[in-house]
């Protein structure tokens, strides 16, 4: 997932609407980004890592696919609010205060989530692809999620 939104913003897209139902698999289990209708199409010589579309940056993308990510690894639903503490006439996109969001203590990859969830730690989809192939290398998943379902 972070690779493919890695590509998708080298491709100078925000994607802004990356939530679990916009994934799919194909038949050889390879992920695919789906539901583009609310991503922005940029200017080829925009700065990706910079670039702040009424709120909408590299990192909101990032902190939704943190989101994703601690569904797959916890089977709970995160939702997120990117309005929710704004005036009603203001428009712009902004990440929720950490309180709003579960907990990350004792989750599979809770300190790559965290990171981005309290300060925006990841600059672009590239620096957290690093920590995830980081984590990948080091360590592996807990024995529930090795689990098979049937």
């Known amino acids: 997932m972070a690779r493919t939104l890695q590509y998708i913003h080298d491709q100078r897209v925000l994607v802004a609407d990356i939530a679990s139902q916009n ?14 209708s609310e991503a922005s199409v940029l200017p080829l010589d925009v700065d990706i890592d910079t ?3 009424n709120g909408y940056t590299t990192r909101i993308d990032i902190g ?6 601690y569904e797959v690894v916890t089977g709970e639903k995160c939702e997120l609010d990117l309005f929710k503490d704004n005036l009603p006439t203001d428009g712009r996109a902004t990440w929720p205060r950490r309180e709003l969001l579960p ?11 965290e990171d981005r969830w309290i300060d ?3 600059r672009n989809a590239r ?6 192939d980081s984590v990948a290398l080091h360590s592996s998943a807990p024995e529930s999620l090795n689990e098979q379902p049937y």
């Open 23 to 36: 994934f799919l698999l194909d038949s050889d289990m390879t992920i695919k980004f789906c539901d583009f």
């Open 51 to 53: 670039v702040d579309d």
């Open 103 to 113: 907990s990350t203590e004792d989750v599979w990859l809770g300190s790559i989530i």
């Open 64 to 69: 939704f696919l943190g989101a994703v990510i």
């Open 120 to 122: 925006g730690g990841f």
């Open 127 to 132: 620096s957290l692809l690093r920590a995830l």
